[in-house]
């Protein structure tokens, strides 16, 4: 037990803090009488506000900053958004814990229809995730996409001034901060493949910090966990820098895993898919192969363009 407050590190966005209030919430149920103390972190991903994230480059824009903190003994712990977190991990932080995962799919919002088919031919899709844009123009290249940078409440504010005609939200982000009412629809995983990890919130802590693991333990999803990695594994096993376009979503059924991957050109004119499933205790590899099957498929395009 741990005789003085938690200290929480988070950042500071709306999504953000709601996210973390409701970890927060979760780690006190399951350790009654813990205290807590919210600290709010600013990462590079909320100073830099004008600009494609994919395009700023380096790793970690959304974390750097709370691992700092992690490491200085600021903060205890660190809410992250799965999707957010870097392939690989410093030395010495762990992700310790991983919740239920929410809905992992993608929302639509415009005001003008109900899905990307409603959508006349030059309609604006607002977007800055290359996943996303890729993911549009694959399906509807007779779209265009423009960047839409912010964090959610700054990207329906755009869209309501008309700086686009529809853009895409993680419905999972949108129903932390009580604003799925503004989702005209949710696509399906076939219609847009969610990011690795989507709709899942990790809290990482120091590698050798057993006291605070040990009040983690109880809240973490195993399900979540194995799908989680199986996703990560795919994503290591191709490497992707913040250029690359991948989407992946791994769903659980019994002892079965499944995933399915895509790999995109940025501009949406080519993509490659691989699936595989398997027992969930081989969640790790089967994701690694899933991910090198589509760097096979990709052959030489992925070399030369996506690396
Ligand atoms: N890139 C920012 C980000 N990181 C995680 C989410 C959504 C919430 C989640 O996946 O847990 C979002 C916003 C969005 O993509 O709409």
Known sequence: MLNRPLRIGTRGSPMALAQTGMVRDQIVA?????ETELVVVTTVADKILDRPLSEIGGKGLFTKELEQALFSGEVDVAVHSMKDVETWLPDGLTIACILERDDPRDAFLSPHADGLAGLPAGARIG?????????V???RPDLRVVPLRGNANTRMRKLEAGECDATLLALAGLQRLGLEDMARSVLSVEEMLPAVAQGALGIECRTDDAVIRDLLAPIACARTTIAVSAERSLLAELDGSCRTPIAALAQIDGDVLRIDGLLFLP???????????????DAERIGQEAGAALKAAAGDTYTRHLQ
Do not use: E
């Open 30 to 34: 399951a350790n009654p009488g813990l």
């Open 127 to 135: 977007t800055s995730s290359l996943r996303r844009g890729a993911q």
């Open 137 to 139: 123009l694959m399906r």
């Open 267 to 281: 501009d949406g004119s080519r993509h490659w898919s691989a699936s595989r499933q398997g027992p969930v205790a």
